[in-house]
């Protein structure tokens, strides 16, 4: 009887570290996966450009249409609804939530290159030319239930243009 005992128990630990394991690699995936919607959410969204200040040979991004591409590419890549909760048969499982939405370009007098920093969100950079920056974050998902509250999974992402001065 005690050797089934013992044989249960190392059962019990191995199948609690396959989870663990499992949970650990569903983490990288979806941080994967948040920042590469993320870096081309920004992208889009630094398309958006003012025609108007454009032909005065200045790049000026519209921030009504630049938020608006950009909540609907990380709609379009991460398979979510209006209000960035997950859509059926997406990866994730809680919805994503945009922190930080932040435009810097030529509308604000501002001189390139510029030191970006943002201590909130640990974003340190030297931007170049006009910019979008932007942090989302997610829920974990749990398979294993733990007592401590895990942080969500935050990601940033930097699109900049570069200026040739």
């Not at 040979?57 to 938020?67: F, H, K, M, N, Q």
């Not at 994730?92 to 370009?105: C, E, G, N, P, S």
Request: charged content about 20%; cysteine-free.
């Amino acid at each position: 009887m005690d050797y089934i005992i013992k044989l249960a128990f190392v059962l019990l630990i191995f199948i609690y570290s396959w989870f663990f394991q499992i949970q650990n690699q569903e983490w990288d995936v979806q941080r994967s996966m948040l920042k590469d919607a993320n870096n081309l959410a920004v992208h889009d969204a630094s398309q958006e450009l003012n025609e108007t200040a454009r032909a005065e040979g200045r790049l000026v991004i519209d921030p009504v249409e630049a938020y608006a591409a950009f909540r609907q590419s990380l709609q379009h890549n991460l398979g979510l609804d209006d209000s960035l909760s997950p859509l059926a048969g997406s990866r994730l499982q809680a919805q994503v939530r945009i922190v930080k939405f932040d435009i810097v370009d030529e509308s604000e007098g501002v001189s390139f290159p510029l030191l970006y920093e943002d201590s909130t969100y640990g974003i340190t950079k030297y931007i170049q030319g006009p910019s979008v920056i932007a942090v989302i974050e997610t829920q974990h998902p749990l398979l294993i239930s733990r007592t401590k509250v895990q942080e969500a999974i935050r990601v940033p992402a930097v699109q900049e243009y570069k200026m040739n001065n």
